[in-house]
Structure formats: C-alpha cells, structure tokens
C-alpha cells in the first residue's frame, strides 16, 4: 500500500434517525473493536472525533484502564490496538496534524449508508495502492454523517449494500467491512 490511510469516527455533526444534527456519546466498543480493525488493515491513525470534553475524558479513562493493570496483563493485544487511537475535539483538528505530519492535506472520503452512490471499492483500492497521498475515512455515529461533511469531502465511497435491503449495521461492522474491501490483502493481490 503506496497510501497512508487514517479513519475518523465523528460523533459531531451526525444525524438523529429524525434527521436532525446531533452530537453522539463515545462507546467502549467503538473504540477498541474499530482500533483492532485499523491495527489489523495497517491503518496509521484511528481518530475518535468528539467535541463534548467530557466524552473524550471518559474514553481516556477507558483507554487507560486497558493499557495497565489488569486488563493490560489479561489481553496486552487490545493496548496495542490503542497506540494508534487519538482522541480530537474537531475534524478540523484531525486535517491539521495529518497535514502536519504528512506534508499535505489528506484526500477525505465521507462514508454513507444513505448515499447509493459513490466512487466504488474497487476504484478507491487501487487509488490508494497507488497513490502516495495521505487518504482519511471518514466515518459516522448515530444515523450517519451530516450533509455538510458529506459534501465537503473530496469523495464519497459507495455504500456497503448486502443481499437485503436492511441496511443499519453498526458503525464498528461498517468499518471492518469496508477496510477489507479497500486494502484487504485479498483485494491487493
């Protein structure tokens, strides 16, 4: 993989199922199921964008009861999973340091279960097997991404659609799924 890849999880500005904007609460199992899924895909970062300072402090205190103690010596694997979580106020926040570090301003791909279509699996894998830049996934809570992050992305990855029309899997399958149909190493051979 030519591309260094990050994926962000915002919990602000997302939608409520009435289709308002609202701002979600931090869940443990977002943070360390969807850590394992980027440690997994040799994601670079893993940001966890949340704007309520109360929200980022419980997810450091979760964070830290699994890099120490018990839990550490119980499963060592999932603190490793966390050295590359970062927990950030803002997207803006997250765009400056991976710019910062980077040299350039990450190419951000808004993801959408509402959205039919977008540029395809297939096409964003080989875009980021071959292309030096930084590429930033952008992810969700609650009923989805709002409009405005949506539009202000460089692109907009199709849906990950299944056999039914059911389609409200959880933010941390979503990422998993889609992971593995951009840089699975099946999809790279």
Sequence with gaps: MESE????????????KKGEIIGT?????DLHDIARSAL????????????QKAQRAFAERIIGLWKRGESFEFNPTR???????????????????????????????????????GISFKELGQKIRKDKKPYLLLFGTGWGLAEDVIKSSDLLLERV??????NHMSVRSAVAVILDRLIGKERMA
């Design 161 to 166: 659609a299944g056999e039914t029309d059911y």
């Design 25 to 29: 609460s931090i869940t443990g199992f």
């Design 40 to 51: 997994t895909y040799g994601i670079k970062r893993y940001y966890v964008v949340n704007p």
């Design 5 to 16: 890849v990050y994926i962000a999880l915002l919990h602000w500005p997302v939608y409520n």
């Design 79 to 117: 603190a490793e999973a966390f050295e590359i979580l970062s927990l950030k106020e803002n997207l803006e926040e997250v765009l400056g340091e991976i710019e910062a570090e980077s040299g350039e301003r990450p190419v951000t791909v808004a993801t959408s279960a509402r959205v039919k279509k």
